[in-house]
């Protein structure tokens, strides 16, 4: 089944340890979304890759940066986590012309 | 004032009722409209896109007023399996963005 996959599903990282989160997909969907959702909070969109064009949102932290190689992959990499990085971290795609976007089933970071 | 409003919730129903949820943007110039929903600890999932004429899949309905700006979304016959949490979600601006809500959460006891 085409899906989007995320790994790792659970990442715990400590305080200011640089760390990489993983999205694939076999949609083959030119857009790919980053967001983060804390609990009871909307998903807050980090940035999205329309084909090889970055777009950052304005209020993205710096310290959140983004890597897609290629259509298949994309990475989150937080380069200094702070408690406050805690979150669900969701990776989404869509075709460009459509607005459905297909999430995975996310990435539970925790900073210790 | 964000940009997409929703009452958090929880609405308590029994099994069988009929619930409905409102949803409250602030772009006038916002494009389209969807209902995802999402299970406790899960992705978000889309549910229904709402169109301006109003739209209906089964047992939910979905309305749209441009002029008020709201998007509401009725459940009808609520079954155990409804309760997760309702996302309203609105396009806006360029590309694909998506403006999500905070969900109203349903809990749906028997």
């Known amino acids: 089944d085409a899906m989007v996959i995320q790994n790792p599903r659970y990442q715990v990282t400590q305080f200011g340890k640089p760390v990489t989160l993983s999205c694939s997909q076999t949609?083959?969907?030119?857009?790919m979304y980053w967001y983060q959702q804390k609990s009871s909070q909307a998903p807050k969109l980090l940035f999205h890759?329309?084909?090889?064009?970055?777009?950052n949102e304005a209020d993205t932290p710096d310290n959140f940066q983004s890597r897609r190689p290629n259509t298949s992959f994309c990475f989150l990499d937080i380069r200094s986590p702070g408690l406050g990085d805690a979150a669900m971290y969701l990776c989404?795609?869509?075709?460009?012309?459509?607005?459905?976007?297909?999430f995975g089933p996310g990435t539970r970071l925790t900073v210790t | 004032r964000k940009e997409v409003e929703q009452d958090p919730g929880p609405f308590n129903v029994p099994e069988g009722a009929t619930v409905a949820f409102n949803c409250t943007y602030s772009?006038?110039?916002?494009?389209?409209f969807f209902w995802y929903r999402q299970d406790c600890r899960k992705e978000p999932k889309l549910l229904m896109s709402?169109?301006?004429s109003g739209n209906e899949d089964g047992r939910f309905t979905a309305q749209l007023n441009r002029a008020s700006q709201y998007i509401s979304l009725l459940i009808r016959d609520s079954k155990l399996s409804d309760s997760a949490t309702y996302l309203c979600?609105?396009?806006?601006?360029?590309?694909?963005?998506?403006?999500f809500g905070a969900g109203t959460r349903l809990a749906v006891h028997p």
């Open positions: 989404a795609t869509s075709k460009s012309g459509t607005y459905e976007q297909y």
């Open positions: 949609l083959n969907h030119n857009v």
């Open positions: 890759y329309y084909d090889k064009d970055f777009n």
């Open positions: 772009n006038s110039a916002s494009q389209s």
């Open positions: 709402v169109y301006s």
């Open positions: 979600v609105v396009k806006s601006g360029g590309y694909n963005k998506l403006i």
